[in-house]
């Protein structure tokens, strides 16, 4: 075996195991539970050279294969620990990784992972004042050099900034969650608290090229570059289109307020400081060995995008790449292909764009879909037409366009401006040409209907199973204004019914239609009209195969536009 990984299944760990497996080492993943190897194999990583082993670092280690490099990535990272819960594993643990490593005939290098707030100290482990895991995690470092010293064990310590990357969900996740959720009335901190983050990628990069350096060297990796936490949130905030708090509280009043007033953690305070941290080690070490910091903006958009994706870890990503772009000059939720989609698919109400899901997976060639404006994760409030224009702006093929209710009537529009850009046209139960909405959109009472709705409630109202998309849904109704805007775009599709109907006679691009037979059509047409046995106004939620066939069988040859 090359190397051990302590701590495999957590967040910094697993990376890193997938990163010395790429590189194709033999490696350890020292864990309690195996739930490292499906994690692995869901991200394409051959785990031919990954041996697993069962290990508890809180109490003595053995036998455990013979390796050149141990990694402690173990810890405990929560706050509200109690004291002793925080030492067992950040504490004890950290020692007895160590007292092991010291027994291997062949050991190259013991490294220690940290934190970066470990330079901020004193030196004293204060449990009463900073909390029990950041004490732990000092109390650690200082052991740890100091039992190193002794033993003449190899050792580099790394302490990382604040890791952001796919599957970090605490921490500044928190802040970022409040944020997008519309609950964060006021910055914590002021214009020079300094929150320094790292990309989860370079730490890892970072990480494996250790071993091969000098002994003794100890590194600080975060970006120096991070800006000060108001232009940090700032940043994300635009990304995402929400908006950003304007005002901010200090750090000392926050400590004299109770925290059933203030939201915020007492432990995370001390993380809200104006402090520097010694990076020349770590930036000597990385122009070294040829490593490079993704751009700090990029990184927390990208990140950005994985917290929203997943629902801030409650929920899978259905499809890929996703993420906010700039549509019509506002942040716009878009997931597939943007450039050679055989399909582009519209939402209705008032779901999101995760309504396809079920039918995507049963599709063969690529699509686009995506949140429209001012619904679902998108911001915006502007024109809808204006907003598919620009959204099929970089499409360089003839699509099957595949609208679902209230999106027909955009739909439509763009069908008759532009049909030389499109292959087909898909008209999913258009609400223009079945039974008026319902009167509850004209009631004042409407919105905080919405608002309120549980998933499951949601799922009754719609006649659909409860399903990752209704749960979404109902999030989103529950953010800002979103409520308000899904009760005006009903208005709007009750007002247009009979310009759509007068315009699907005219317009000259192949349209079919699909509707469920729980909710037919009461307007007669001259189009072809497929209906869905057992479906109602949703069938992609309830026959997503059958939907996806008559999709496929609509997609013609896909000239370039």
């Given at each position: 075996m090359d190397a051990i990984v302590f701590g495999a299944t957590g967040f910094i760990g697993r990376s890193l195991v997938a990163e010395l497996l790429r590189r194709g080492q033999h490696v350890a993943a020292a864990v309690r539970n195996d739930t490292l190897t499906p994690w692995l194999a869901s991200r394409g990583v051959d785990t031919g050279s990954l041996t697993v082993v069962r290990a508890d670092i809180t109490r003595p280690l053995t036998a455990l294969p013979e390796v050149s490099d141990v990694y402690n990535t173990a810890g405990r990272y929560a706050?509200?620990?109690?004291?002793?819960?925080?030492?067992?594993?950040?504490?004890?643990?950290?020692?007895?990784?160590?007292e092991w490593a010291a027994s291997l005939p062949g050991l190259r290098r013991l490294v220690h992972v940290s934190g970066y707030r470990v330079s901020a100290s004193d030196g004293i482990p204060d449990y009463a004042g900073s909390g029990a895991y950041e004490a732990s995690k000092l109390e650690a470092d200082l052991a740890i050099r100091a039992r190193a010293r002794e033993s003449g064990i190899p050792l580099s310590?790394?302490?990382p900034g604040v890791v952001i990357g796919p599957g970090q969900f605490i921490g500044l996740a928190t802040l970022v969650r409040d944020l997008w959720d519309g609950r964060l009335p006021a910055l914590p901190g002021g214009p020079d608290t300094f929150v320094p983050v790292v990309a989860l990628d370079h730490l890892v990069r970072f990480l494996?090229?250790?071993p091969a350096s000098p002994a003794g060297e100890h590194h600080w990796i975060l970006d120096d570059t991070t800006p000060p936490l108001p232009e940090l949130v700032r940043t994300i905030a635009h990304h995402a289109g929400v908006p950003a708090p304007r005002r901010s509280i200090p750090v000392r009043l926050l400590r004299r307020l109770p925290s059933r007033l203030t939201g915020a953690d007492p432990e995370t305070l001390s993380f809200l400081s104006t402090d520097r941290y010694p990076t020349t080690s770590a930036r000597t070490f990385a122009a070294r060995v040829g490593l490079a910091m993704?751009?700090?903006?990029d990184?927390?958009?990208?990140?950005t995008d994985d917290l929203v994706a997943t629902r801030f870890g409650t929920a899978t990503p259905w499809a890929s790449p996703y993420g906010f772009r700039t549509v019509a000059g506002s942040a716009t939720w878009v997931v597939g292909e943007r450039r050679h989609p055989a399909h582009v698919l519209l939402h209705g109400l008032p779901l999101n764009a995760d309504v396809w899901a079920p039918v995507a997976a049963h599709l063969t060639e690529p699509f686009l879909a995506a949140d429209l404006p001012g619904l679902g994760r998108s911001a915006g409030t502007h024109s809808v037409d204006a907003w598919l224009t620009d959204l099929l702006r970089p499409v360089r093929t003839r699509p099957?366009?595949?609208a679902h209710s209230s999106a027909c009537d955009p739909a439509l529009r763009f069908a008759a401006a532009h049909p030389e850009r499109l292959g087909a046209l898909v008209l999913v139960s258009p609400a223009f040409l079945q039974r008026p909405a319902a009167r509850t959109t004209r009631s004042g009472a409407a919105v905080p209907m919405l608002r309120r709705m549980s998933p499951a409630r949601l799922a009754e109202a719609l006649g659909v199973p409860k399903s990752p998309a209704v749960t979404g849904a109902a999030a989103d109704l529950r953010r800002p204004g979103a409520a308000g805007r899904v009760v005006r775009a009903l208005r709007t599709t009750v007002a247009e019914r009979e310009h759509s109907r007068a315009l699907l006679a005219r317009v000259r691009v192949p349209v079919r239609i699909l509707v469920g037979s729980a909710d037919p059509l009461v307007v007669p047409v001259d189009r072809p009209v497929t209906e869905i046995a057992g479906a109602g106004h949703y069938p992609q939620l309830i026959t997503p195969a059958e939907v996806a066939h008559h999709l496929t069988i609509a997609t013609t040859p896909r000239a370039e536009a």
């Open positions: 706050f509200g620990l109690d004291k002793a819960e925080a030492r067992a594993v950040n504490v004890a643990g950290a020692l007895n990784v160590l310590i790394a302490n494996a090229e250790i993704p751009p700090v903006g990184a927390l958009r990208a990140w099957v366009l595949v």
